[in-house]
């Protein structure tokens, strides 16, 4: 699997047909309606990003940090994460966003429901975590990008399968980040539940390209890419709250091989 050709498809297409479109941040983009992605994770690979280097243990630090309910970014710092820290306040709280989503939506643990209805519902079309709290949206100090995770049992196959909506999508730094997290995360419900990882599909509503990315996503373009990585799990953990950095291990990511292409966060 080389999952790179789909990351790549979208940025050509953006590039190419790309809208310019201002922004809260003020930097401006190159913006198109309503990408989507789909990866096949069945032979145990991930899209982990070869076009580019990336650190997957800050995808994982990150995304257990977020499955905890942590809300606040001085324990991301304390292991050298420091994605979330320019939205930070003085004391590193974010507010009522992505963690306390997860684990504490109006007195519902929305994880944990998602984790059961797999296992006692397969065949229901409402396995959704929903980070979107309108009514506290103006508490946060950054609203969800990356809002809802739909899972879809396959019972015949005994397959896991999630789609993701996301609502704006920083092509360069954040979606590289989004779409390795939520094969991740859908791994780590497989895992817990005995189904097959099936397919991760994406949906990226304003999928855009910086101005001041511009210059480094066409370096990308130029890269060549390598087969995906795969990820091996422990799979005798029998809640997703017991995972632990080293219950991941990746195989086949060459990182040294991959350039290295940075940018400025546009905050």
């Not at 291990?249 to 350039?259: I, K, Q, S, V």
Request: charged share 20%.
């Amino acid at each position: 699997m080389k999952f790179d050709q789909e990351y790549l498809a979208v940025l050509k297409h953006i590039l190419s047909s790309g809208t310019d479109k201002g922004d809260r941040t003020g930097t401006g983009t190159l913006s198109v309606f309503a990408a989507n992605m789909r990866f096949d994770l069945r032979d145990g690979s991930i899209p982990l990003l070869t076009s580019k280097r990336m650190k997957y243990e800050n995808i994982v630090g990150e995304l257990l940090w977020m499955l905890s309910g942590n809300t606040n970014v001085r324990d991301l710092e304390d292991q050298g994460i420091k994605i979330w820290s320019a939205w930070a306040d003085e004391n590193g709280d974010l507010g009522p966003t992505y963690g306390r989503q997860f684990r504490d939506a109006g007195g519902i643990d929305q994880l944990l429901e998602a984790q059961r209805l797999i296992i006692e519902e397969p065949g229901s079309r409402r396995i959704i975590i929903s980070l979107w709290n309108v009514a506290l949206l103006t508490q946060m100090r950054l609203p969800p990008c990356l809002h809802t995770y739909q899972f879809y049992v396959d019972t015949e196959t005994h397959e896991l399968n999630l789609h993701v909506n996301q609502r704006s999508c920083d092509f360069m730094l954040g979606v590289p980040y989004n779409i390795a997290s939520a094969a991740t995360f859908l791994r780590m419900m497989c895992a817990v539940s005995g189904y097959m990882p099936g397919e991760l599909a994406w949906t990226g509503v304003d999928t855009h390209i910086y101005h001041n990315h511009i210059k480094q996503m066409s370096r990308q373009l130029a890269s060549p890419i390598y087969d995906s990585p795969k990820l091996v799990l422990n799979d005798q953990l029998s809640s997703i709250d017991e995972f632990q950095l080293e219950d991941f291990r990746l195989h086949g990511y060459n990182r040294d091989l991959y350039p290295v292409i940075t940018g400025d966060v546009a905050v």
